[in-house]
Structure formats: C-alpha cells, structure tokens
C-alpha cells in the first residue's frame, strides 16, 4: 500500500511539473484600436519576425492592436480558419508543434481570453479524438472536451510539453466539447512564418481541407 501510495504522489508530482510551462503569459490578446475591446487571442510562432497565429475568423474586426502597436494580417487560410499576423507589439517566445500526436484521453490546456478578460484564461480539458472525419464538415479535426469560451478562439491548446497541438477554434453550442482543426495540417500551411523549422509532419500530409 506504501509503495502504490509512493507512486501515486511521485505521478501527482510529475504531472504538475510537466505542464509548468504552460502559464497565462503564452497567449497574446487581440484588441479593436479605437476601444483597446479584447475580441480574440492569438500565440507567438516567431519572436524575431514577430508573427502571431490567430483564427481567421478572428480578423474580421481591423484595424486591431497587439499589445501597443497595430497588427496586420500577412497570410490566411479561410478554409483551415488560420491566420498569420504581423505583430510589433507581441513579445513572447517563440512555441513550438507538437511533433507527437496527442492520445485519447490525455490532458491538455487551452489559453485565451475568455469573454474579453483583461487576464488569459487556462483551461485544463481532456482530448477525445486526436484527428477524425465529422459527417458535414470538410477535413479532419480534433475534438475535445470540454466547451472553450468566446474570445479565447486563436489561443493555443498545449501538451504537457508546452508544445502546441491545435488551436482555439471552435465550440460545438451544448458545452460538451471543442472541435479544431490538428496541429499537422495548421502546422503545414503555415510552416514558412514558424520560427521552428522541423521535419515534415505526417510526411508532408495533404491538405483535406483543399
């Protein structure tokens, strides 16, 4: 009993420490540039070029601030609801795709700023399925649980390892579960304003959404 009791503490503690570097910080807050109103969140993809991945849906209030300085909107892609914006005012670093699938059942987080808040929110949520066909939906998707909130759509959802694995995208309306669009595919249409330039992701798929 000891022992098992032993091994349960020692998984609590890793498990606390494996998501300690997801904090609040990791998301950037998209605001109108008259009235400084958070209506999206977005996430640094290169520190040194300063570009911000965001949902494309998100861009329909122009001209928007990042931080203290105006963004503009560099690259889009309607159909996977992704967007690149060109932020002088973000700063952060630089994260990562995440080169793993995610499991069924693992946990996961999802930062944004929830309803406009002035501070991000974390979500800790729970993916379901990784990467699956949805009967009226064009293209592949990750589902998860439980529901995201309004405002945090362009947020980042994270492994333990902080890496991402998808992006706030979309609610299914009964606040059950969260559907986006997986990681490789963003990733892929993407790659050229990453700072991280790594290996093809599923050799090189082909975009489903095309």
Not at 181 to 193: D, H, K, L, Q
């Amino acid at each position: 009993m000891k022992r098992v009791l032993s091994m349960f503490v020692l998984l609590a503690a890793f498990l606390s420490l494996s998501f300690a570097s997801v904090t609040p910080h990791i998301a950037v807050k998209l605001q109108v540039s008259d009235t400084k109103q958070i209506f999206c969140s977005g996430f640094v993809i290169d520190d040194v070029r300063h570009y911000v991945l965001t949902a494309d849906h998100c861009i329909i209030n122009e001209p928007f601030h990042i931080g203290e300085l105006r963004a503009t909107e560099v690259f889009h892609v309607p159909e996977l609801d992704i967007a690149v914006v060109e932020a002088p005012g973000a700063y952060g670093k630089s994260l990562k795709p995440s080169l793993r699938a995610p499991a069924p059942g693992e946990q996961i987080r999802a930062i944004g700023f929830a309803e406009g808040g002035k501070e991000a929110k974390i979500l800790t949520m729970r993916m379901l399925l990784p990467m699956m066909k949805i009967f009226g939906f064009e293209g592949v998707y990750s589902i998860y649980a439980d529901e995201v909130i309004q405002g945090m759509s362009g947020g980042p959802v994270l492994n333990a390892q902080g890496d991402v694995i998808t992006m706030v995208q979309q609610m299914n309306g009964n606040g059950r579960f969260s559907i986006s669009v997986p990681i490789p595919y963003i990733y892929e249409a993407t790659r050229p304003y990453w700072k991280y330039q790594g290996p093809p992701m599923l050799g090189e798929p082909e975009n489903p959404h095309a």
